[in-house]
């Protein structure tokens, strides 16, 4: 046979790849194949060797062909082409050649080819050889134990028959690039199965020559990296959490959140149920009694994901109680904190799902064969559990399942209780703020409002930004608005001490520059006894206020401004203008001066109020802010403050603003003059008693008989004492609005103050009796005087005014 028929079995063509000297000597001793490893060994190129004795490479020639034509192994001498000998170990083997002669396999690598066979026979990877066809040719014992069958049933098969790979069009692919190309592919990892359960295979292919008719092929080797993508596997899945868990505050997103990582990666099926301390539904869990089955609410349901679409595993939806058997791992896990797995899920009768016959029939009709619950804990408190679930997945749950899933859990449980806690405290601020905001602004007929209230953080909802609309006397109505510096729950604190502090000052019936100033002297103090320091710095940080007040009977507004922004007044006719009124400083300055402006505004004019985040961003100029105001209350005639109010937060970024945005509009009416009765009167007593019986006349013409002996009364006492110890001129005003307010001017010094006479005193009781038959009574300065005033209580139907035309 001549050297190109000659044909070198795989193994032998796969020891060449390996890095051995090889030559093939026929029974003639004549040399029939030479490798380049041989060559390049002894120096001497094929064309020069092939066809020659391969006697003449030994050290004595004489030793004759039998010296290559016999199997024997050992050290040999061999001559180089340059005449020097070298030192070598030398294995001959027989080949069986055609015809049944014998051809010898040289190897001179130091290791015997069976040697190397039997390493690749015993090698703990599993290897194959793959003709050009991809059939086997050759695979160790490693490789037919991951098939499942011998070696002669596995040899001759094709690729596409494997079970082994999982996606045998990539192995292939592989496979033909390396058989092409020649270039080796390394650690090319790969999914495969195994009889047990899912592995990770790193495959490496290498061509070899001559492995069938000729023909070249491949070997495959592959190495066992099942725990170490495990490892990685279990890093990235860390790393997803770190990015995924806890990326706001919110309990519910922070259990889906969970829920979702956990599947499909280590379950099919997972559920977050959170216990009472988590507070998710409006009703108490202890409140809601057990189900017919005599399970028992446990958890509510805090996120869930499911490979199959609807969730068909839950028996709850996210958001509502989860009933679970009193006997159960679930309430076993909570009690006592470990981990509870079962890696085969027992359906069998006398198990604890008997005691839950809809869950074990779900359990059954979806396959959910392994079951692994986790307990929730954070800060040495058990907040809920996590379950996971398989049924897709054949492989059960185990020791590394388990330890993965709770490192995943722990992390995500501080996630869930700073969200449990920030959810606890930001109920409470939003608690502390609505207290604080008035609830239902009214000012009854004098003003129509309407408000906005816009936090800079939507989800807090909480900051220093306030409002109030507080009645006083003579159904005058004060407008006041603020900001203290800061957002959150300090803020919210402060302000909720500066709008009690407002409404005591307004109750006092102070003009709007005084309130501001006697406010400003306030702040001043509460910054002192916040802080450690002789500093009103480390207290309240600064405040601006407006504060206005309107009377419905003249139209007229007085404002006052500490440090905050103008009010825009809308004319009827639509037009819009910002008022020239003193700005003054922001309270906590100290300075306590301020001054008012008046103005008197038609009937229909809205006035509006806010604070600077309506009108001031950080890129931005307030000039610019202001303008955009005026365009948004820019609005045709009858425009509805509705539509106004909208208008204005319109202005806002869809994103969020910078800061708190407060906004109070107000509508103005008047007071028919019907609704208002004066008479003046002189200094005289003799003339008390006419001024009572006209003040009775205009009440029965009103219709107000129910409370004219009342009001009666009040008139004649508030009268007489500014006749006895007031300067005239005296005047009675009576005014028909939310109540009837009786109001009596003098020009006398002091205000009228009330006195306990003993039973013996013939008077002095004018006061007290006024105290009792009416609501309220003050006095409030005016600018030539002052007006002691009594609010007497009215129906619905005596509140009303009637119309112009009656």
């Not at 998710?280 to 869990?285: I, M, N, Q, S, V």
């Not at 000012?443 to 129509?448: H, M, N, R, V, W």
């Not at 300055?589 to 001054?595: H, N, P, Q």
Request: aromatic share 4%; net charge negative.
């Amino acid at each position: 046979m001549s050297a190109p028929d000659r044909i070198i079995p795989p193994e032998a063509s796969a020891l060449q790849c390996s890095g051995a000297a090889l030559a093939v000597v026929d029974a003639a001793g004549t040399l029939v194949r030479w490798t380049a490893i041989a060559g390049r060994l002894l120096g001497y190129p094929a064309e020069d060797v092939l066809g020659r004795p391969a006697s003449a490479l030994l050290e004595e020639p004489g030793q004759g062909p039998d010296g290559f034509t016999r199997a024997w192994a050992g050290p040999a001498s061999l001559r180089h082409r340059d005449g020097r000998l070298l030192d070598l170990d030398l294995r001959v083997t027989g080949l069986p050649g055609a015809a049944g002669a014998m051809d010898w396999l040289v190897a001179t690598a130091g290791v015997a080819p069976s040697a190397l066979e039997s390493a690749a026979e015993l090698s703990p990877f599993p290897m194959a050889i793959w003709d050009d066809d991809l059939r086997t040719t050759w695979l160790n014992e490693a490789l037919a134990d991951l098939f499942g069958l011998s070696r002669e049933e596995r040899l001759g098969r094709h690729l596409d028959e494997s079970p082994l790979y999982e996606n045998t069009a990539q192995v292939e692919r592989i496979l033909r690039e390396v058989l092409e190309s020649g270039v080796p592919a390394i650690d090319r990892e790969l999914g495969q199965l195994d009889r047990l359960r899912h592995r990770a295979y790193a495959l490496s292919v290498y061509r070899i020559e001559n492995v069938r008719n000729g023909r070249p092929g491949v070997c495959s080797v592959n190495v066992d990296v099942t725990e170490s993508r495990r490892a990685r596997d279990r890093m990235t899945l860390l790393g997803r959490a770190a990015t995924t868990i806890g990326t706001n505050l919110d309990v519910l997103h922070t259990a889906q959140a969970l829920a979702d990582l956990l599947v499909p990666l280590l379950a099919d099926y997972a559920t977050i149920d959170l216990a009472e301390s988590v507070r998710l539904g409006h009703a108490p869990l202890t409140r809601l009694g057990p189900m017919d089955g005599g399970n028992i609410p446990v958890f509510h349901r805090a996120g869930m994901a499911s490979v199959h679409d609807g969730f068909p595993e839950s028996l709850y939806e996210r958001g509502s109680p989860v009933f679970v058997p009193p006997h159960s791992p679930f309430v076993e896990v909570l009690s006592s904190g470990r981990t509870y797995m079962e890696p085969q899920l027992d359906t069998e009768p006398g198990t604890w799902l008997e005691a839950d016959p809809e869950r074990l029939r779900r359990v059954r009709d979806l396959g959910m064969h392994s079951l692994l619950i986790l307990p929730i804990h954070a800060r040495d408190e058990i907040l809920g559990v996590a379950v996971l679930v398989r049924s897709e997945n054949p492989t059960p749950f185990d020791d590394n399942d388990r330890t993965l899933a709770e490192e995943l859990v722990s992390r995500a449980a501080l996630s869930l209780d700073n969200a449990r806690r920030y959810a606890r405290e930001h109920t409470m601020a939003l608690t502390l703020q609505r207290s604080l905001l008035p609830r239902n602004p009214s000012a009854g007929f004098s003003l129509e409002t309407i408000w906005r209230y816009l936090p800079a953080d939507r989800q807090g909802g909480v900051g220093g930004d306030w409002f109030d609309v507080i009645r006083l006397s003579g159904a005058r109505v004060a407008l006041v608005v603020g900001d203290v510096v800061g957002h959150g729950l300090n803020a919210a604190a402060a302000m909720g001490r500066i709008r009690t502090a407002v409404s005591t000052l307004a109750g006092l019936e102070l003009p709007p520059d005084r309130l501001l100033s006697a406010l400003d002297d306030l702040v001043v103090r509460l910054g002192f006894e916040d802080s450690d320091q002789a500093s009103p710095a480390a207290g309240i940080l600064g405040a601006t206020c407006l504060y206005a007040v309107y009377d419905p009977t003249c139209g007229h507004l007085t404002i006052a401004r500490a440090g905050h922004p103008p009010p825009a007044v809308v004319a009827p006719d639509g037009t819009v203008g910002f008022p020239d009124i003193p700005s003054g400083a922001p309270l906590g300055v100290g300075l306590r001066s301020f001054a008012s402006a008046e103005m008197e505004l038609p009937e229909g004019s809205v006035i509006a109020l806010y604070t600077d985040g309506l009108v001031e961003t950080r890129d931005g100029d307030i000039d610019d802010g202001l303008e955009r105001l005026r365009n948004a209350l820019t609005k045709p005639p009858g425009t509805s403050l509705e539509e106004l109010c909208t208008a204005v937060v319109d202005l806002l970024p869809k994103s969020g603003q910078d800061d708190d945005v407060a906004l109070l509009l107000a509508k103005t009416c008047r007071l028919i003059p019907d609704r208002v009765f004066a008479l003046e009167i002189p200094a005289d007593p003799a003339a008390v008693a006419g001024a009572r019986a006209e003040a009775v006349r205009k009440l029965s013409e009103w219709g107000l008989d129910r409370v004219r002996v009342a009001a009666e009364q009040i008139v004649g006492e508030l009268l007489a004492n500014a006749v006895l110890h007031g300067d005239g001129p005296i005047r009675l005003r009576l005014i028909r609005h939310m109540k009837l307010a009786c109001e009596v001017f003098d020009t006398g010094p002091g205000p009228p103050l009330p006195r306990h006479p003993d039973e013996t005193d013939e008077g002095g009781r004018g006061l007290v009796l006024v105290g009792e038959l009416c609501a309220r009574w003050g006095v409030r300065r005016t600018g030539d005087g002052k007006i002691v005033w009594a609010e007497v209580a009215l129906l619905d139907s005596e509140r009303v005014p009637p119309g112009p035309e009656e």
